[in-house]
C-alpha cells in the first residue's frame, strides 16, 4: 500500500459560508411561499417553490460531513466507497468529498503512552458525549508526533537463566498512514506486541551482570556485554529489532530504553547475597594487597636506614603482626614488651 498525499486546497471555509447561506436562502424561500401563497393542490408555484426550498435545504446540508479542521501534525486518512483516495496532512480548514470516510482502526484502542492516557476528570457522560457527537471527525485522526510506549514490566529469563523484570519506554511515530491504517489490523495494539517480543528476543542473549564465557553478540568470542553494564548497546539492538518488525506498519522507532531493571523477587533476595560477597572478596583483596604493599615498603626503609637489624625470624615476626594490624576488622590492641624479644 503506497501513501498518496491529498494537495487539497484549504476552502473548508468558503464551502462552509456557502452551505450557510443556501441554507438561509432556502428557510428564507419557504417561509415566504407559505406566507405570500396559498397551500393547495392548484397553486402550482407554491408547489415549485417548496420543492426549490427542499432542494437547498438538501444541497445546504450535504457538503457539511466533507468539512475537515486538522491541527499541526495531524493526518486523515480517507476512503471513498471502500477505495483509498489519499491522505491529508497539514494542519487547516478543508473540504473533501462529502461521501469519503476517514479510517483509523486504533482510533478507540488505549495503551499506556502518551496521548492515549485518560485523565481523572473525564467521566462516562463527557467521554460519551465527546465521542458520539463533536468528537467523530478528530477520533478519526492519526496523530504524527512523537509518541512514547510503556509497556508493562516483564519477566525474562536472561542467557544464564536468571529471571529478571524488565521494562522499557519505546518512542515512535507514524511515517506512512496507509500502510498504518491498512497493512496491520490495528497499528497501536501490532506496535505493543512487537515490543514485547523483541524485547524477550534481545534480553535471553545477555546476563544481568558480568558472566565469564558469554557470547552476547553472535561471533563466537566471549565479551563482557551483560544487561546492567551495556544498557546503550541493548537499548539500540532492542530498537532494531522493533523497528525491523514494525517497517510494515509505517511506523518509525526513534529510540528505545530500559526503564527498569531487576532480578525478579524470587530469587532478589539470594542474588543480593551474592552480590554482598562478591564485593566482601573484592574489598578484602584490596585491604590484602594494600597491606602487604605496606610491609614491603616497611623493610625496604628500614634496611636502607640501617635502623635496626632484623633477622629474619624477627622480620617474620613483625609482617606477621602488621598484616594482623592492616588487616583486622578491629582495631588493634597493642602490648608493650619491655624486656627482650627472646
Known sequence: MEEKILRTKKNGMAVMLTCILVLIASIALGIFSGIKLEADEDNILFNLLMGLSFIMLICGILPLPGLKVLKPNEALVLTLFGKYIGTIKGDGFYFVNPFCVTVNPAAN??????GDVKTSNDDSSMSFSRY???GYAVNKKLSLKIMTLSNNRQKINDCLGNPIEIGIAVTWKINDTAKAVFNVDNYKEYLSLQCDSALRNIVRLYPYDVAPNVDTTGDGVADDGSLRGSSEIVAGRIRDEIQSRVAVAGIEIVEARITYLAYAT???AVMLQRQQASAIIDARKMIVDGAVGMVEMAL???NENKTVELDEERKAAMVSNLLVVLCGN??????????SLY
Open 109 to 114: 484502542t488505549k495503551l499506556n503512552q502518551s
Open 266 to 268: 524470587e530469587i532478589a
Open 300 to 302: 625496604q626503609r628500614l
Open 132 to 134: 458520539s457527537l463533536s
Open 330 to 339: 578491629r582495631d588493634a590492641q597493642p602490648i608493650v614488651n619491655s624486656g
